[in-house]
């Protein structure tokens, strides 16, 4: 029986099959550049990107078709047009706070309530009646009263202060309070029947 010896060396054959499912630099960096191109490719929707141009596009065309109708054919089929019209617009404006129109009037918003807060953060602060720090400006602890008053909803303390006086952290504490108070009566009362 002839004898194998196991050599330490590979054989040539083998490592080029090897290097044939490594990649190369060049294939990786190739990769990487087609992954980052992927990623930063700008995707388009046809409800957020599409769908608001040819809402717009409907209503100017319906616009015309009632100038049309009025001018050019003394207004042949202007109840149909302007109900048309009527339709087209009432549909965008339904449409309007799922897409992208809606940064026309929340950008605004944003704004607003931007200088609010910055308004409340150079006036005087609202000091909370329970730990005695500060927590939001007075200003907007008032307007808050004044309709919580309006809206008929009254969160006057048995002390003659507002809930509204209490810092949302003093008021998780309350609560905690509470239904700790609460859980403690019910074992009170599982013990004693």
Known sequence: MLSRQRSNRLEPGILIRIS?????????????????????????????????????????????????????????????????????????????????????FQRPAQLGVDFYKRAGKEGEQAVCIRCGNEYASRMQMDDLKKVQAALDIHYQLESGSHYQDVCPKCRRKNLALIQDGMWKALQVEGEGS
């Open 20 to 104: 044939n499912f490594v990649p190369t630099a060049s294939q990786r960096a190739e990769y990487v550049s087609f992954a980052v191109r992927k990623l930063c490719m700008a995707v388009q929707q046809f409800a957020d990107d599409l769908m608001p141009l040819i809402l717009l596009f409907a209503i100017c065309v319906t616009g015309l078709f009632l100038t049309g109708s009025t001018h050019l054919m003394h207004g042949l089929h202007y109840a149909f047009l302007s109900q048309l019209h009527a339709i087209t617009v009432i549909v965008t404006l339904v449409y309007l706070p799922f897409g992208k129109f809606f940064h026309i």
